[in-house]
């Protein structure tokens, strides 16, 4: 699809007939883009393959991306590693994957008890948090760019129900993050498995419980299948964002046109992520409300055990480093103004609309 036609039909009707990569011409660059989620997983994966189909589509097939889903060019927590050796040019993952570079980075992604999805990105591209994050990446010769959010997350689905905070005591429980960090402060025993894993761990029982990301991605994943109780929201993120990262020399070798496409595609896949969760996670909602599905939310003696151990471990991911440290500051300054703004704005309207849906 050449460029005028795609700018035509817009980002959506553009990616959603596409099933790969344009044609490349034969003047292209084809890059290589791995992802950390499986091929057309709903919301993840088909947003990365709507990204990469972008980036073709806008250049005119000049920059050509061809795109591997988890674990057919390398693991999925081996994107960042990839794109940082050169195995591949761009990754489309989330920043917190790659945390053991440095505890900085799950501020990219989101904090416990943090940032929602518009909070996030507008600290990201309008705050200090891209200057940071580009910062961050900077050693590892890596360029990082926004690239979505999944909205506020599910809490995840137990075998059993949660009513204090001792019953997570010895719960296997899949969970990324820093909110793995809170359940193991409060006694749980916490996995990371691979997103494509976690049903089939979930049904022979290796673990007792899973978090993924909400509704729509847990119920085409199987989850609901697996166990019962499924708690809501995820205090653990309440709007995470998706990255795309590049490797840098390759970036900068770009000219100015094509960086611009990269960056300009990133943005409006944010954009189209977003409401693409948000619709569906809505629609997949509904069918759960009424269901023989559990649901619940966190009981207040948990809320608040969660609450005073996320403050802890915050605390000790900022004290590692400077650039952690430096990190936290602007993201939690920016987090409390935010917070002290949504109790007048988006709290208020919350509880105003539930006035209109008890009077209908």
């Known amino acids: 699809m050449k460029r005028r036609s795609f700018l035509g039909l817009g980002l959506s009707a553009a990616a959603g007939t596409a099933t790969g990569p344009a044609r490349a011409q034969s003047n292209a660059t084809v890059w ?4 950390a989620w499986p091929r057309n997983a709903p919301g993840v994966g088909v947003n990365a393959q709507r990204l990469a189909d972008a980036i073709t589509a806008m250049s005119d097939e ?11 060019l390398v693991p999925p927590f081996e994107v960042f590693d990839a794109v940082q050796n050169g195995t591949a040019e761009m990754g489309h993952t989330t920043p917190y994957y790659a945390a053991g570079k440095s505890p900085a980075f799950h501020f ?15 600290w990201l591209l309008f705050g200090e948090g891209r200057e940071l994050w580009r910062e961050a990446y900077a050693s590892f010769g890596i360029v990082p760019f926004y690239a979505g959010s999944s909205g506020v997350q599910a809490g995840g689905w137990f075998n059993r129900e949660i009513t204090a905070p001792d019953d997570l005591k010895g719960l296997k429980f899949r969970i990324a993050g820093l909110g793995g960090e809170v359940f193991r402060k409060l006694g749980a025993s916490v996995v990371l498995t691979p997103p494509g894993e976690i049903f ?18 847990d119920i085409a994943f199987g989850l609901h299948k697996a166990t019962t109780f499924y708690y809501l929201p995820a205090f653990h993120e309440f709007g995470p964002s998706l990255e795309l990262i590049v490797n840098r020399a390759k970036y900068e070798a770009l000219p100015g046109d094509l960086k611009a496409i990269v960056e300009r595609a990133a943005l409006a896949t944010a954009t189209e992520s977003l409401a693409d969760f948000t619709f569906h996670n809505i629609q997949a909602f509904a069918n759960l409300d009424g269901s023989a599905i559990a649901l619940r939310t966190w009981p207040a003696s948990v ?9 802890e471990t915050l605390l000790e991911i900022a004290s590692r480093d400077t650039l952690s440290t430096k990190v936290f500051q602007s993201y939690e300054t920016f987090r409390r103004k935010a917070s002290r703004y949504a109790r007048f704005t988006d709290d208020a309207a919350y509880k105003l609309r539930g006035l209109y849906d008890g009077g209908a």
């Open 32 to 35: 290589r883009m791995v992802t």
């Open 303 to 311: 809320a608040t055990a969660l609450a005073v151990k996320t403050r």
């Open 200 to 217: 089939e761990a979930l049904k022979t029982g290796a673990i007792d419980g899973a978090e993924w990301i909400g509704p729509w991605n």
């Open 62 to 72: 000049r920059l050509t991306i061809k795109l591997y889903g988890a674990g057919e």
């Open 108 to 122: 990219f992604t989101g904090a416990p008890f943090g940032l929602f999805a518009h909070e996030l990105s507008a």
